[in-house]
């Protein structure tokens, strides 16, 4: 129905040789080889599309075989400049794209029956339904997926907290902040209590001061709701400040060039002598392959 | 005292934002009169003699049962024409083929003059309730049709796409983000189509009903009573812009709570 083959990508898809260590690291310590032994939630495997160019015959190619294991409760980031696909695989996950080929499955945390698998998102600007209330927003999308509603006032006051907006539940989106909004917008996708959530650079639209507020907010988040993320962004010290494995992106070819795993524990600070040394070596590599 | 003259200050300084307007007002009711001086009070009459006849309207009974029928009419008209126009614009927004079959028949029917209507519809329908509602619904829904679907078309993508990531089915996409985003087109589509159906009624009445205030209007007409006719279009004219105040501009007001309002 939506893209998903209902199989589990053999462990092959990501072949254990392309998880690299970053060049000239400065403690090996930080970044790891070895895979890690995780059940995964996303399996992409060597999925391509093309889109037909307008008016012409020729078919560019967006995304091409890529392939990328997300394990649960990672936080994995897509880093790459604009225009790579990165926001084209999103949506293919989220099942709103086609792609050619290739496979991608979403594997549900609680393996029911005929259980979808729960995907939450958030994208670069919040889109909010202005004209209902935040809390009602939030049961937008509860009712989508068919939550009892009985949870909902359990959900919307979890998770609007969670985001640092007890009390906001009765005010409109256009009385508040574009980062109060954006907060909103992540109480939304992980009140469905998501499978996996899917982040579009989300901070991307904020000024630079409210946008490391949220970034320390979602590493807060993260410690305590442990969701497994798939987060897309072109800005590196972004992805090195939150993530746990970074892959990053060209544009032509539109492929993945390089894997890297951060182990740098968490909490951890953006001018962490760590972090800043390994984004300045792969910011160095990602401009030598971007800019070649 | 002091107080009292600073009171009546300020009571008086927002009066004066009201002072253009009510000089204007006031000029044009002199140049009215001062016409009106020239000709019989009949053919011309002067702001005065029109409230008198207005207040003798009022004063008889049975003029409110005219009214009450000629509103009637309008309402089912109205409300027929904003059904067939709302649901045509949607369906026209939101799937292909159906637009392409009835964009040129909007077209055609937008252009075809409303007189005929009129006059087609007494020839069909005789003299009957039927026709001015007939002719109402004929003029009125093309207009809503194309508006609404000017609207569907307006609706944000991303808003749509937000909702099927999170699988939200059509009934929930068409409650909460469709029409919702429809507003401010439903709400002008709504005003523009009382105000034209009220006019077309009138002119189907003066036709083909004989009765409503439309066939005040002829009845006045063939008595060479222009004083008489400005009276009842008058009244009329008051009575709907009251209806569009108590019943839309509340409604509006209520359905775009949402608006962040400047404090004043």
Redesign the interface.
């Known amino acids: 129905m939506w893209g998903c083959k209902g199989r589990v990508a053999a462990p092959s898809a990501l072949p254990p040789a392309e998880l690299q260590r970053a060049k000239g690291q400065s403690a090996p310590s930080q970044q790891s080889t070895e895979p890690e032994a995780t059940v995964p939630a996303i399996t992409i495997d060597k999925v391509t599309k093309r889109f037909l160019a307008p008016g012409g015959q020729t078919r560019f190619i967006v995304l091409d075989d890529i392939s990328l294991i997300v394990g649960d409760g990672e936080f994995v980031s897509i880093v790459g400049p604009s225009g790579c696909g990165k926001s084209t695989l999103l949506n293919i996950i989220a099942g709103i794209e086609s792609y050619d080929t290739g496979t991608v499955t979403i594997h549900p945390r609680v393996a029911a029956a005929n259980a979808q698998p729960r995907i939450g998102y958030v994208f670069q600007s919040p889109r909010l339904l202005n004209w209902l209330t935040v809390e009602k927003n939030i049961h937008f999308v509860l009712e989508a997926q068919n939550v009892p509603r009985s949870k909902w006032p359990d959900l919307v006051a979890k998770n609007l907290a969670m985001v640092g907006l007890a009390g906001q539940e009765r005010n409109y989106p256009l009385n508040l902040s574009g980062g109060m909004q954006q907060r909103v917008a992540i109480a939304r996708a992980l009140a469905i209590e998501p499978d996996i959530l899917l982040m579009d650079e989300p901070f991307s639209h904020l000024d630079a001061i409210t946008a490391r507020k949220l970034r320390f907010d979602l590493m807060d988040i993260l410690q305590r709701a442990k969701p497994t993320i798939l987060f897309v962004t072109h800005d590196l010290s972004e992805a090195v400040f939150l993530s746990n494995k970074i892959h990053m992106m060209s544009t032509r070819p539109a492929r993945i060039f390089k894997r890297v795993m951060i182990d740098i524990p968490r909490p951890r600070q953006p001018e962490d002598a760590r972090v800043v040394e390994l984004e300045k070596n792969l910011l160095r590599e990602f401009f030598s392959v971007v800019e070649a | 005292m002091p107080a009292k003259t600073t009171e009546r200050r300020a009571f008086v300084a927002s009066l004066r934002p009201m002072l253009p307007g009510a000089l204007t007002l006031g000029a044009g009711l002199v140049v009215w009169q001062l016409i009106s001086l020239a000709y019989l009070p009949v053919f011309f009459p002067g702001p005065g003699t029109l409230a008198q006849r207005m207040i003798e309207l009022y004063g008889e009974p049975s003029n409110y049962v005219v009214v009450g029928e000629t509103l009637w009419r309008i309402f089912e008209g109205f409300l027929i024409a904003m059904l067939i126009g709302t649901v045509l614009g949607l369906l026209m927004g939101l799937k292909r083929g159906i637009e392409i079959f009835f964009d040129s028949w909007i077209m055609m029917l937008l252009s075809f003059p409303a007189i005929c209507w009129a006059f087609l519809s007494v020839l069909w329908f005789g003299i009957s309730q039927v026709a001015p509602i007939f002719t109402i619904v004929l003029i009125v829904f093309p207009f809503v049709a194309m508006n609404i679907w000017a609207g569907t078309k307006a609706v944000e993508k ?2 749509i ?9 059509r009934l ?1 996409l068409l409650r ?2 469709l029409i ?1 985003s429809l ?1 401010p087109y439903l709400f002008s589509s709504l005003r523009t189509a009382l105000s034209l159906s009220w006019k077309i009624a009138l002119v189907g009445e003066a036709f083909g009903v004989g009765s409503g205030v439309g066939q005040q209007l002829i009845n006045w007409f063939q008595d060479g009573r222009v004083d008489m006719m400005l009276a009842w279009g008058v009244s009329f004219m008051i009575v709907m812009v009251i209806i569009d105040l108590l019943v839309f501009r509340m409604w509006e007001w209520r359905v775009f ?4 309002r400047f404090a004043t």
């Not at chain 2, 796409?161 to 089915?169: F, H, L, P, Q, S």
């Not at chain 2, 709570?257 to 962040?260: E, F, G, L, M």
């Open positions: 991303d808003l796409a937000m909702g099927r990531v999170y699988k939200a089915g929930l909460k983000v919702p507003s709570a949402w608006r962040p």
